[in-house]
């Protein structure tokens, strides 16, 4: 059997939305969301909320323990680190995938073809290409490489981030997992309230259990109640890569 590790990272430190993972919506947190659409996921033989050692993150870590997940805390700045180290928790996996918190209606079928196409075409990494919106993104990549890039990366967008170092050496066309439309320009991320808002809208309207294709068909629709479609994506690595050039 392939036995495959998924991680979420999770922290309560945000600039630009302090502690949202822990915002409510109906009564249960993003970080609440997120998981039971996690934890749909087929083909991932186990979880971790890989977190921090900031001040508050047991709030996460009592999540964590309420759905039976296993939890890391760690280094708050060097997350390559953090999300190596949290993989010794469990037997060596043959792939991880790498999920964020801050996508609350991450998709576990969306989750699955992805660990399918990694696995079908021998991949050492791959990802959702940017047809699809922001905040259903998926990595999944061999384990072997996970301990290349946390021994040989130097950059520190590359701790920062995971998973630039396995890009460079290894993403092409062939390694990403696409979609026939682009949607590109949707996010169903959480980074500022606007975003917030969006998502509480959509869980509001349609429920927590749909599919992604769902939510962005709502969005196309409803275009005009959505204020955060036009926020800048990756902002955050983009933020990065401009310490790396000082």
């Known amino acids: 059997m392939v036995r495959v590790l998924g991680i979420t990272q999770a922290r309560i430190g945000s600039t630009r939305l302090p ?5 409510k919506i109906e009564n249960k947190t993003l970080l609440e969301y997120h998981l039971e659409r996690a934890l749909q996921s087929n083909k991932v033989t186990d979880w971790i909320v890989a977190t921090t050692n900031e001040i508050d993150s ?8 309420n759905f ?7 280094d ?11 993989t010794k928790l469990v037997e060596r996996p043959d792939y991880v995938v ?15 073809h992805v660990i399918d196409f990694a696995i079908q075409n021998k991949l050492h990494y791959c990802r959702t290409s ?6 259903v993104d998926v990595e999944v990549f061999t384990y072997s490489i996970l301990v290349d890039a946390y021994t040989n990366a ?22 990403l997992f696409k979609f026939n439309e682009d949607y590109h320009h949707i996010r169903l991320t959480v980074d500022e309230m606007a975003d917030f808002d969006a998502i509480k809208l959509l869980i509001t309207k349609l429920g927590s259990k749909l599919i992604w294709r769902e939510y962005t068909k709502y969005i196309e629709e409803n275009e005009s109640l959505f204020f955060n479609q036009k926020i800048v994506r990756n902002e955050g690595y983009i933020k990065s890569l401009e310490k790396d050039d000082k």
């Open 98 to 112: 790498r999920i964020t918190s801050d996508c609350p209606l991450i998709d576990p079928k969306l989750i699955d």
């Open 76 to 86: 708050t700045s060097n997350v390559l680190k953090r999300f190596y180290e949290a």
């Open 154 to 175: 130097i950059l520190l967008s590359d701790k920062e981030h995971v998973t630039p170092f396995m890009r460079r050496k290894f993403e092409n066309e062939a390694s």
């Open 130 to 135: 940017e047809q699809f919106p922001d905040g």
């Open 68 to 74: 039976g997940i296993k939890y890391f805390k760690g």
């Open 58 to 65: 047991n709030d996460i870590v009592e999540i964590a323990k």
């Open 19 to 23: 502690k949202k993972i822990l915002l």
